[in-house]
Nanobody, 120 residues
Framework: QVQLMESGGGLVQAGGSLRLSCAASGSFFSINAVGWYRQAPGKQRELVAGITSGGSTNYADSVKGRFTISRDNAKNTVYLQMNSVKPEDTAVYYC??????????????WGQGTQVTVSS
């Protein structure tokens, strides 16, 4: 059974930093593309940043220059470094990963989410 577990959320003041982690556990062949999403109260879930298996990245305009997504394949973990955070970054952050399982099928998995609250 593959599971994704986010961690690193919390309360931070505006202008501060947080690093979120998304760790995959279980039995699988490889982790392909991974995305960090967020959902604020009353809003739709949106893509914040993504990273391919080869390390190519993309970002939402609202976080470009402030957030950095990276991955450590040896640890099956993807990170989201959040710098210069703003109150509007307040949301539940989720990671989503496309994982190639032992039967050679690719499935999309979601973590349970981690709350990020930015105080002004």
């Amino acid at each position: 059974q593959v599971q994704l577990m986010e961690s690193g959320g919390g309360l931070v003041q505006a202008g501060g930093s947080l690093r979120l982690s998304c760790a995959a556990s279980g039995s699988f062949f490889s982790i392909n593309a991974v995305g960090w999403y967020r959902q604020a109260p009353g809003k739709q879930r949106e893509l914040v940043a993504g990273i391919t298996s080869g390390g190519s990245t993309n970002y939402a305009d609202s976080v470009k220059g402030r957030f950095t997504i990276s991955r450590d394949n040896a640890k099956n973990t993807v990170y989201l470094q959040m710098n210069s955070v703003k109150p509007e970054d307040t949301a539940v952050y989720y990671c989503n990963a496309n994982i190639l399982n032992l039967n050679r099928y690719t499935y999309s998995y979601w973590g349970q989410g981690t709350q990020v609250t930015v105080s002004s």
